[in-house]
């Protein structure tokens, strides 16, 4: 759906050469909702930008739907932008037009006939959860409510892309959840290919098929949200993961607890998927002579199914431990012993 080829963007300022996106190449996937995470001056503003030309690249290629946007002239640009909506932090909002008309505004641009274009708005302010509000105006409404109005506006010419410019950033996070269960339900009721950007990775582990990570210009990692959840590779991976996953007291609670228990072995297990409802520690303590100290644990949720980590202390006769171990392995839970917590 969409592939991008060695795309560069490189600013001049008056001292340096700055390069905000650095030879960047991915695919998307018709239908899939792709996350890009980075902290701020990673490059994934531009980046986003750089999809529908609203910045146009320095070097490489966007290609969307088969279709080469960065060799377009300005007015087939013009409309292959109706193909790809976007949304933004901050609503950009008309504040002088109600609901109705500020999503009624890109069909007007298009040249939609006012009955048809009526018909469209009362379509989008229901799918958006508004139904009532399109006498409203931009003050009259809720942070959620004007980025639904938002979201509406994005959809009116029935885009097969839209572009979320860190949409949830502004939002508390109970509006926040409720904002990302309704791009859920738009990409599967409509088929939509959603590209995000964000530094929250709660965003990406709540609504996200595959997640690219960015650090200064450059996709450091990327793959299935669940794979790099349960294998962070680079430093600045393992520090989202920790957003989601994470507990500041967790490092020196089991410290406190190796140094309390000399004992036995610190065990870090990772449960995925159907793995997550298994009586695990029930079945060790039936079927070993060991003991199980639980000292950690977290379960989480994403697209692709569940995950989670558990600590445990297991203390007995060493060949037991070591069966015990054994018997884990043999399950679909993964074992880390002695992890560097």
Known sequence: MITIKGLSKIFQTKDQEVRAVDDLSLNINKGEIYGVIGYSGAGKSTFIRLLNRLEDPTEGSVLVDDQELTSLSKGKLRLARQEIGMIFQHFNLLWSRTVHDNIAFPLEIAGIPKAERQKRVDELIELVGLKGRGGSYPSQLSGGQKQRVGIARALANNP???LCD???SALDPETTDSILDLLVDINEKLG????????EMHVIRKICHQVAVMEQGKIVEQGE???V???????VTKKFVDQVMGDPEKETSLELIKD?????EIIRLHFVGESTNQALISDLSRKFEVDVNILHG???????????????QFDGDR??????????ESTSVEVEVNPHV
Not at 229 to 235: E, N, T
Not at 260 to 264: C, V
Not at 321 to 328: G, H
């Open 160 to 162: 097969k892309v839209l």
């Open 166 to 168: 860190e949409a949830t």
């Open 192 to 199: 939509l290919t959603i590209v995000l950007i964000t530094h």
């Open 225 to 227: 949200v669940l794979d």
């Open 229 to 235: 959840f349960l294998h962070p590779q680079k430093a």
């Open 260 to 264: 309390k228990y000399q004992s036995g």
């Open 298 to 312: 977290k379960i989480t949720q994403t697209q692709k199914g569940a995950y989670g980590t558990m600590f445990v």
């Open 319 to 328: 060949k037991e431990v070591e069966r015990a171990i054994e018997y884990i």
